[in-house]
């Protein structure tokens, strides 16, 4: 477990080789940014030269405090950041300690980080999920129509039939946004009965080890199988499918190129407007999914390995402990015990 002999590398030269490992370009695009953007922080603040046995407790917290109340940091103006958002920062500093520590042995041990306390990081509101009433009105907006200049039926809301169908998929899968947009029609295996999310450009279903690589935040592929639901809406989206595109969301201007759609967000905020939904964000369709798969007695193992969690249900457990808790009370009401018991204190005929 010692540290390799040796002078240490300063924090320049070993974030660069970590941005060039494994351990970082195995993950999706959107965490790999954000891990870019962190470690400069990281950088600015410790210093380019600083040698990485030589970071301490002291010199994370004065970064913390920098983050939360603003200013210049290493020549880099920043305004004052959420606790949230220091946390994912810190979440990119362990990464890379990590890595110095198992897989390089540069430091035999990460600094401890600064603990938060419930009065630095804000616990979450739980929020609500969305009614199945005021979702069915939130397709149906999207799917509304009107008549145009020519006569012919326009669509109200600008992309609103892919809104609804990107919507649905979310819901009865639990992809996540990115995940989603990049599916293709070779994703979909409708002789098997499940959709590969994560998996690459020229895959084929059945022909490689799926969770050797993909393109999802975990950098893993994974596999859902079709619920009842999921698999009639892709019947129903293969149905109207684009016959000059792979992609399940073609870009509506991709033009000669075949390009996917990239945005929904805007046409998201002109359906939840005529809908009358005040918050609801792509990332709610996850919790739904979840939620939904727990209340209908799915054991969490498997619900954690639709949704592409590694850690075997632990999350799930501790953000939906309330959903888990209320179906056991529901299970246990049905339990009957075929037993029947003489009450204590009850006498025995002679």
Known sequence: NLPSSGRKPGMKAAVQEYLHSKDHTGKAENTRDKEVRSLDLFVRHFGWETRLDAITQQMISGFKTRRLDGGK??????????????????????????????????INK??????????????????????????????????????????????SIRNGDQLADFLLLLAYTGA????????????????NRCLHIGAGEDFVSGTVILGTGGDTKTGTGR???????????????????APDSQWLFPSPRRGKKDLRVTTLRGALSSAKEAAGVASLGFHDMRHLFISYCLMGGADVG?????VGHKDGGKLIMSTYSHLLKDHLREEAAKVQIGLSVVPRGAGVAS
């Open 302 to 306: 498997t619900v954690a390995k639709w």
């Open 73 to 106: 940091l290493g020549g880099k103006d920043l305004k004052p950041a959420h606790p949230r958002t220091v946390e994912h920062d810190f979440v990119a500093l362990r990464n890379f300690l990590t890595y110095a520590v198992q897989e390089k042995r540069w």
């Open 223 to 241: 596999e859902v199988e079709f619920n009842p639901q999921l698999e009639a809406h892709l019947q129903d989206m293969k149905s109207r499918r």
């Open 110 to 155: 990460a600094p401890d980080f600064p603990k938060w306390g419930r009065k630095g990081l804000p616990k979450p509101r739980r929020k609500a999920l969305i009614e199945p009433a005021k979702f069915s009105l939130l397709i149906q907006c999207c799917r509304e129509r009107h008549e145009g200049a020519l006569g012919d039926q326009v669509l």
């Open 176 to 191: 996540r946004e990115q995940e989603a947009m990049s599916l293709r029609w070779s994703h979909v295996d409708f002789s």
